[in-house]
């Protein structure tokens, strides 16, 4: 069973910074492309940042020179260091990830069961 699991999340003041973790767990053959996810209520949830396994990293406009999505292929883990943080940052964010289980499986969009990250003074 594969797990993602997200941490790193919580209240910070605005201009402040949090570093986000997405552990993977399980019976994991290969791993794809990762990204991150947020969500606010009442919004359709939407890409922050994404990285290849090579580590080309796209982001979205809005966190564009202020977060850093990274990965350790090692660890199967990735990470996003989120700098001057903003209230529209305010977020619950979600660790996603295309993975294989076996060699000749298909691959499978996963999701983790999201971190809250509040930016407020």
């Known amino acids: 069973q594969v797990q993602l699991v997200e941490s790193g999340g919580g209240l910070v003041q605005p201009g402040g910074s949090l570093r986000l973790s997405c552990a993977t767990s399980?019976?994991?053959?290969?791993?794809?492309?990762m990204a991150w996810y947020r969500q606010v209520p009442g919004k359709q949830r939407e890409s922050v940042a994404t990285i290849a396994t090579g580590g080309t990293a796209n982001y979205a406009e809005s966190v564009r020179g202020r977060f850093t999505i990274s990965r350790d292929n090692a660890k199967n883990t990735m990470y996003l260091q989120m700098n001057s943080l903003k209230p529209e940052d305010t977020a619950v964010y979600y660790c996603n990830a295309v993975l294989r289980t076996t060699p000749w499986s298909p691959p499978i969009n996963y999701w983790g069961q999201g971190t809250r990250v509040t930016v407020s003074s």
């Open positions: 399980g019976n994991i053959f290969s791993l794809a492309v």
